[in-house]
């Protein structure tokens, strides 16, 4: 990574994490079986807690990494709680993106040779219509192929994209087997997997497909279950189709367009209003309408208008429903194929038209505010996409507006097309979205913000749509409709359901991008026969939702979102004709779709390390000698199904029994952990599927589901083709897998994008780092620590921090704010201990030093397990970490707290106060300020009888309104009370500071009186209060005892401190002991002072000097010549004389001389001495 200097510290911690790693896998500390019936173990909690398993056409990144590390740290949090953790892992290999990757390597072979030579890349890309290139709201339930871009970078070609993962040409060629595929990556992924330090149980791994007989077996069980119960229907489903071939084009039937699926489109049907014009009067009678296709129905609201391209061509077509739409011949041949016709692949031509034949057209549009609208001209629409008629939103679209304001703007341009001013002048923008950082009429702000003349501003226009469509989709909020009020995101459903059940509009499909077939035909999108599963079965739906009701989802919005997906969730299609997978039981012609067999999967973790025994196509032995031909659909009810039978079967019973025990000691599943995008799919059919395998035993549903953001990388979306992108192995190289660890729990924890910023990471591993070094210097040092009783102010205070830290960071971990216990656990705690080395002076408890080292290394450890678990073993424990206990916290004393906090705030406002006084005498002519000397600090028992009234007054009026009233209230019940009227200046200002502390310390900060001694808090931390700022003395009185100045400026809570400077003469101290890092200082000396005072103001000078008692003073027999002569290297102390104790230094500062009062003797001691530091 640039900027490094060096990589010993992070060798370092990657050397410590091999050895640990080395540790757990021969100790096999993951390896989680279920206890014997009445044991110890059995008493004990469990925890079952897993990730979606990951698909296996590449190595993991760091986003799936972000989302699994949720899971990661829970477990080892709760193993630390006591709990039996089981972490299984799986990968997924169903679907067709294997399939059509291996199927193109083959073709690229066969078209190109081997090596391949591909034709040189002109680097021309066809650019979308401006109006048409709008960003597209992923329905993330079609798969993972959305992500294709991103993954991939730039690689035209699939040799390419292999090349890009570092795959030499030999290396390629067996990935045209999709075989290679399930042996080459799942082994990638769990060394990837192993090295991050994932806490998951080998043996219970397995990828999925009929390549593995064993899960082959158990989806085919549960969808035989499915099906029995009535759950799965046979129908017409959108599939891509080929009208030459007449049959379903799937990825490898396709010369280009792999990996596009059908796109749903809402089409909003504007009504022609009578009279039609010229050339639509044979249509006259006929309910007529412009259909446009739009991915934003819930915008409708805000509709001003239509556009047609003048010169485009549009045909008026015959529908089923005895209504005539007008569109493209395009659309019109999908629609066909959808049931919009009376003959499927038919349409009935009723007209012609060019796009000027039904400009100035009124119509009747669904939702929008004006009771008809026009059609206008746009001259950028195109017909590759959609229908050619375009509804336009200019409050929420740019492009609408810009061409809005055009044609407002430009009377020639109306004239040009026979538009009339009433057809456009009277028509603005609606707001009907507020999207933070927008306002409600997004596309205007945009539009203005970057200086869009006209709709010709392509450029300007495209950065437009890009900054406004996808924020206000995610984030803005409906401020009209009966949708007012909700996000953007959970309406869209909503708002198309109710346009559709009102026939106001219509679902239509188009393929995502343009197909054509290895026959060269242009595909579309057709309705045809599937399987599907019927989530909209209203029982299945309710069941389904009281299940809901009973999972911790962490987070409102996840359980909002859940709640919306399940109000529009209908079917789903659960059936392919082409990829990987297991066949259809009953229908063998058909496979299971990837989304279909992978929502009961975690019931199939319990017993696979029964039936694999950890290879993970289940081609080994089994631990229980069973092969897959004996898991039968009988034995599989047996093994999840309390009260099945046993089953007609060869394996043993207790074989049977050992499988049942296994699931019914694990399952439920406790915590479910994946990104935000897997709710409206993945996670709620996960929650659909367990109802409907165990409809009468809740017991088996679902208890906690984790939902998370995506992962920034340095604030931008990761995505190969920028070249922002980091794998798993990546990630683990630069920064360790702690170090990689750390930041991801510093990312984020909400459901919005969270952020991993490499200079962060790179931050967390000095800190891991320094925090290692720390422990190793406190062991060594450890022996010379003070002992004995844990008494004092700052010990106590210490105890009570240390607990507050360990309860804070437990309530965070249970709520999986991992973000949040980082900082209590580490960044807080970290401060705990800097904050008692300082206010001790260095003179720190043993016994609280290795309680902090203890009790921090047990907080990280979910978090950073290696690096803690080899300080676990620095500390001297023999047992691993990850089965250590969570610190016991002790009591946390809140008023000692309070108490530390003040003389902190009270120090802070010592330290500001002298820095003010130091740069006062700043300027060209003043002359420097010199520094105190010695302080008295002010303490108020009571307040100022005028602070006194305000007081009791916002107490009085925070218990009539429940809570502080605005300034006006409490101006108006302040202004007439008499003891107010010399103070008026100061009062507001003081009820300013008053509100802000009730904000910050609550109703205590309205107290007359502190709950503590403040002067005893002071008086015992005189010795950290002149070192902290830099004195030789400082009093503590009550401002009772000084003038009047001093007893208005003092209040309870608030010391007042008062800096004076004694005079001083300075001496020059010389150290002559050989080979030290002591030097030569020069040292002010005042009236009064002896050895230990000089001593203790070295100290301050050099830091090197530990313990003022350890350093003795000396003066040169002969004043003027001592100095003078070359000391004797054996004899540093030759011609000197030991300063006693008991000896005072005297001082003329006008003749700047120093004495030495000993035994009443006057002895001079010139201006140099000599210190010695034992």
Known sequence: MEGRKGTAKLNELREIERQVQERWAREKVFEMDAPPIGSEEAKK????????????????????????????????????????????????????????????????????????????????????????????????????????????????????????????????????????WLTYFPQLCKKDLIDMGLKVDWRRTFITTDVNPYYDSFVRWQFLKLKERGKIQFGKRYTIYSPKDGQPCMDHDRSTGEGVGPQEYTLIKMKAVEPYPEKLRSLQGKPVYLVAATLRPETMYGQTNCWVRPDMRYIAMAVVTGEVFVCTRRAAKNMSYQGFTAENGKVEVLLELVGQDIIGMALSAPLTSYQVIYTLPMLNVKEEKGTGIVT????????????????????????????????????????????????????????????????????????????????????????????????????????????????????????????????????????????????????????TKESLSRVNTFLDEVRKNFDATMDWLHEHACSRSFGLGTKIPWDPQYVIEALSDSTIYMAFYTVAHLLQGGVFDGSGKSPLNISPDQMTPDVWDYIFFSQAPLPNTDIPIDSLQYMKREFEYWYPVDLRVSGKDLVPNH??????????????????????????????????????????????????????????????ADAGDSVEDANFVESMADAGILRLYTYLEWVKEMLSEKDTMRTGPVDSFNDQVFISEMNRGIVDSQQHYEKMMFKEALKSGFYEFQAVRDKYREMTMGDMHRDLVLRFMECQTLLLSPICPHICEHVWGLLGKSNTIVNATWPVAGAVDNLLLRSSQYLMDAAHEFRVRLKAIMQSGKGKKASPPQKPTHAVVWVAKTYPPWQTTVLTTLKELHEANNGIPDNKVIAVALKDKPELKKYMKKVMPFVQVLKENVEKHGLNALNLTMDFDEAAILEGSVKYLTSTLELDDLEVCYSSEGEEKIREECCPGKPYIVYTTQQSVNLTFINPQPCNGHFQLSVPVMEGDTCGSIAGRMIRMDRGIKDSKRVKLYYYKDPELGPRQIPVFNEPLAGKVEVLESDVFKVNTEERTVVIQNNGKPVDVGKQMVYIVN
Not at 724 to 729: G, I, K, M
Request: hydrophobic share 35%; aromatic share 10%.
């Open 392 to 543: 336009s939103v200019p409050s929420d679209a740019p492009d609408d507006f810009a061409a809005l304001r055009d044609l407002k703007k430009k009377q020639p341009f109306r004239e040009k097309y026979g538009i009339k001013d009433e057809m456009v002048l009277p028509f603005d923008p609606v707001p009907i979205i507020e999207v933070p950082g927008f306002g409600n009429l997004s596309a205007v702000t945009v539009c203005d913000q970057l200086k869009i003349q006209s709709q010709n501003d392509k450029d300007k226009l495209q950065d437009a749509k890009e900054r406004v469509y996808l924020k206000g989709f995610y984030e803005g909020v409906m401020l009209v409709g009966e949708e007012k009020g909700k996000k953007v995101q959970d309406v869209k459903k909503s708002v198309q359901k109710k346009m559709v059940d009102k026939k106001e509009a219509v679902i239509y499909m188009e393929p995502e991008k343009q197909v054509i077939s290895r026959s060269a035909d242009e595909c579309v999108v057709a309705l045809c026969d599937q399987w599907y599963l019927d989530y909209g079965e209203p029982l299945w739906k309710a069941h």
């Open 683 to 744: 996670l709620t059919y996960y929650l659909y599927n367990h109802c409907a395998i165990w409809p009468d035993d809740s017991s088996k549903w679902p208890k906690a589901i984790r939902a998370n953001g995506h992962l920034l990388l340095n604030s931008e979306k990761m995505s190969k083709s920028t070249g922002n992108f980091l794998s798993l192995s990546q990630a683990l190289e630069t920064f360790s897998a702690d170090g990689m660890r750390f930041s991801l």
């Open 45 to 180: 909690d469990k925890f079952l807690a897993c990730f979606p398993y990951p698909y296996m056409n590449g190595r993991l990144h760091l986003g799936h990494t972000f989302s699994l590390s949720k899971c990661e740290f829970a477990i080892g949090y709760q193993r630390l709680r006591g709990k039996r953790c089981l972490f299984p892992f799986g990968l997924h290999c169903t679907g067709m993106p294997i399939k059509a990757c291996a199927d193109k390597l083959k073709r690229e072979m066969e078209e190109f040779g081997y090596p391949p030579r591909f034709p040189a890349d002109t680097g021309d890309k066809p650019k979308d219509s401006d109006r048409d290139s709008e960003p597209i709201i992923k329905d993330k339930s079609k798969g993972k192929k959305s992500k294709l871009v991103a993954k991939t970078g730039t690689a035209k070609y699939q040799w390419q994209i292999m090349q890009s993962l570092g795959l030499s040409d030999a290396e390629i060629v067996p990935f045209a087997d999709p075989h290679h």
